[in-house]
């Protein structure tokens, strides 16, 4: 147990469909993250938000839309996603953004039909 | 930026010592050297950071030789359930979400 929380651990999804994959921590970090994990790829970053506020977009496409209401709480909103789109997304905290170790949950399997 | 260079594979034996070693040669005075270890269908786990010369805890050690241009991950006596992908990380606040990058790492196979 990280600390990190994921749900759903599953998700089938259409590509008409809109969906959200949710992350919470229970460690009093200030620092939320999503990387994306395609299958035999590297993680890849895709949002940083310290304090609530977003701090880094790497260039993630808009069907994906990130929420993070308090230092608690990530959302990463999911909608006309494709195919090349399953993967396991994993969310990740850490105290602050500087050297601090990430602390990551478990992920959510994405499956895009 | 700083760059990290891994072997893509290894293979070991139960009980044996294993020393990954990571290239990072364009390594910046403030940047600290990061190692994390990922199981399949889960989130990494770190392990070990370190700045300089050897860093010890309960599960590895991590060798920094004086220039800093590579780093070593030493696992005493592994297991079979340490078998996973290890990364390697080199960043500070100052690198920016660089140093958050996690290149395609080691896949280390632990055999009885």
């Known amino acids: 147990e990280t600390g990190v929380t994921q749900t759903p651990r599953h998700l089938v999804m259409g590509m008409t469909n809109k969906k959200s994959l949710k992350c919470e921590q229970h460690?009093?970090?200030?620092?939320m993250y999503w990387y994306k994990q395609s299958a035999k790829k590297p993680l890849e970053l895709m949002f940083v938000y310290n304090f609530k506020e977003q701090t880094e977009n790497n260039s993630v496409p808009s069907r994906f839309s990130p929420e993070c209401p308090n230092s608690s709480h990530l959302f990463l909103h999911l909608h006309t996603l494709q195919p090349e789109d399953s993967a396991l997304y994993l969310c990740a905290s850490s105290q602050g953004t500087g050297r601090e170790k990430l602390f990551f949950g478990s992920g959510t399997q994405l499956s895009v039909l | 930026l700083a760059k990290t260079t891994q072997p893509i594979s290894m293979d070991s034996y139960e009980g044996q010592e294993v020393n990954i070693t990571c290239s990072h040669n364009n390594i910046a005075t403030n940047d600290y050297i990061t190692w994390y270890q990922q199981f399949p269908s889960q989130g990494p786990r770190f392990i070990i950071q370190g700045y300089k010369t050897k860093v010890t805890n309960e599960v590895a050690s991590l060798f920094i030789p004086a220039d800093r241009k590579s780093s070593t991950l030493s696992l005493p006596r592994v297991s079979l359930s340490d078998t996973a992908v290890y990364y390697c990380?080199?960043?500070?606040?100052?690198?920016?979400?660089?140093?958050?990058?996690f290149g395609t790492g080691t896949r280390l196979l632990v055999s009885p």
């Open positions: 460690l009093g970090h200030n620092a």
């Open positions: 990380l080199v960043g500070d606040e100052n690198t920016g979400f660089q140093k958050l990058v």
